[in-house]
């Protein structure tokens, strides 16, 4: 983002258009947090839109927590069940009935 | 909440199947994972044939998701294996409280995580430290603790790899890190694990809260220690 720079030396005398800080910082958390889940309402999608574009903590929060997510499904290894555990188990339950 | 079943036990009084087995029934799903349509269904009688064909068309599928469920939870690949097998066989043996067509995968993961709050880690290596339910009133009484943000930036640890974030996953006690296995591995939506946790919404949104950052914290020690830290930041 090209704008954060050019505000960072003139934020007293224009109004900020980005935020440096931001007050609500746990609670947009959360609601990053909900986003990023696919648990967030329509309202709460509109309000982190708008605070992505006018407050740095809550854009760097929502790259932070969305790395972290793809570090969990991307990049962690997924095991598979072993063959020969599925075929016991296919074994073991023709004994039970 | 709302969405806590407020179903009662009508249905469940009503069937009779698996009786004799008292003590073990409550491991299991007894129904809630998913809508019942009709309590006046109440067993679900299958056919040897039926009983067959649902599990392997419904609940041999998941069995990847388990067992990578099972080792993250036991960090053990022998004892993942027994997990896994116990938790398929206890599906096959109360598969008349599994109604075909539901959320099969929620079903046998409530069966899993049961299976192993219950068997597994009495006889786990893991001391008992922390009890998997009181990590909960821990971690509530230092509310002001866990209601913050973690000082990280997504770059510092964009380079770790996962034997990395699987180790920093891995030192989570196990309640933290079983929300995250649910909702950022397995893809589990906030309702599904209520009820696969017996917790409700709200719990599930606390926890995961405070799982991710102590998640982060790991992670932040992991990239600070392999040097991944400070590129270009000052
Ligand atoms: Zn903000």
């Given at each position: 983002m090209q704008t954060s720079s050019s505000l960072s030396s003139s934020s007293s005398d224009s109004k900020p258009?980005?935020?440096?800080?931001?007050?609500?910082q746990v609670d947009c958390l959360k609601m990053i947090q909900l986003i990023l889940d696919g648990e967030a309402t329509d309202q709460q999608l509109a309000r982190l839109k708008a605070n992505l574009v006018s407050c740095q903590p809550c854009i760097q929060m929502y790259h932070l927590e969305q790395e972290v997510k793809e570090l969990l499904t991307k990049r962690m290894e997924k095991k598979c069940c072993p063959e020969q555990l599925v075929a016991t188990i296919k074994s073991k339950i023709l004994t039970f009935s | 909440m709302s969405d806590t079943p407020t179903r009662d036990d009508q249905d469940r009084t009503g069937m009779p199947d698996h009786g004799g087995s008292t003590g073990s029934d409550q491991l299991l799903p007894d129904g809630d994972t998913v809508e019942q349509p009709s309590a006046d269904t109440p067993a679900r009688r299958y056919t040897d044939e039926q009983k067959y064909l649902v599990f392997n068309k419904e609940f041999m599928p998941h069995i990847d998701s388990m067992y990578n469920f099972a080792f993250r939870l036991t960090t053990d690949e022998d004892d993942a294996n027994d997990l896994v097998q116990d938790t398929y066989l206890k599906a096959f043996r109360f598969i008349s409280s599994f109604e075909q067509g539901t959320n099969a995968k929620a079903w046998l993961f409530r069966i899993l995580k049961n299976s192993f709050i219950n068997d597994y880690r009495k006889k786990?290596?893991?001391?008992?430290?922390?009890d998997y339910q009181d990590v909960e009133t821990t971690y509530n009484s230092e509310d002001a603790e866990s209601e913050h943000t973690v000082d990280l930036r997504a770059e510092s640890v964009s380079d770790l790899i996962g034997d990395e974030v699987a180790t920093a996953l891995n030192s989570l006690p196990v309640d933290f890190r079983t929300v995250i296995i649910l909702c950022d591995i397995e893809g589990f939506t906030y309702e599904e694990m209520a009820k696969i946790l017996d917790i409700p919404i709200g719990t599930v949104r606390s926890r995961l809260h405070r799982a991710r950052n102590l998640l982060k914290e790991k992670l932040r020690d992991y990239a600070s220690s392999m040097g991944y830290n400070e590129e270009s930041e000052e």
């Amino acid at each position: 983002m090209q704008t954060s720079s050019s505000l960072s030396s003139s934020s007293s005398d224009s109004k900020p258009q980005m935020k440096e800080h931001c007050d609500h910082q746990v609670d947009c958390l959360k609601m990053i947090q909900l986003i990023l889940d696919g648990e967030a309402t329509d309202q709460q999608l509109a309000r982190l839109k708008a605070n992505l574009v006018s407050c740095q903590p809550c854009i760097q929060m929502y790259h932070l927590e969305q790395e972290v997510k793809e570090l969990l499904t991307k990049r962690m290894e997924k095991k598979c069940c072993p063959e020969q555990l599925v075929a016991t188990i296919k074994s073991k339950i023709l004994t039970f009935s | 909440m709302s969405d806590t079943p407020t179903r009662d036990d009508q249905d469940r009084t009503g069937m009779p199947d698996h009786g004799g087995s008292t003590g073990s029934d409550q491991l299991l799903p007894d129904g809630d994972t998913v809508e019942q349509p009709s309590a006046d269904t109440p067993a679900r009688r299958y056919t040897d044939e039926q009983k067959y064909l649902v599990f392997n068309k419904e609940f041999m599928p998941h069995i990847d998701s388990m067992y990578n469920f099972a080792f993250r939870l036991t960090t053990d690949e022998d004892d993942a294996n027994d997990l896994v097998q116990d938790t398929y066989l206890k599906a096959f043996r109360f598969i008349s409280s599994f109604e075909q067509g539901t959320n099969a995968k929620a079903w046998l993961f409530r069966i899993l995580k049961n299976s192993f709050i219950n068997d597994y880690r009495k006889k786990s290596k893991e001391p008992a430290k922390v009890d998997y339910q009181d990590v909960e009133t821990t971690y509530n009484s230092e509310d002001a603790e866990s209601e913050h943000t973690v000082d990280l930036r997504a770059e510092s640890v964009s380079d770790l790899i996962g034997d990395e974030v699987a180790t920093a996953l891995n030192s989570l006690p196990v309640d933290f890190r079983t929300v995250i296995i649910l909702c950022d591995i397995e893809g589990f939506t906030y309702e599904e694990m209520a009820k696969i946790l017996d917790i409700p919404i709200g719990t599930v949104r606390s926890r995961l809260h405070r799982a991710r950052n102590l998640l982060k914290e790991k992670l932040r020690d992991y990239a600070s220690s392999m040097g991944y830290n400070e590129e270009s930041e000052e």
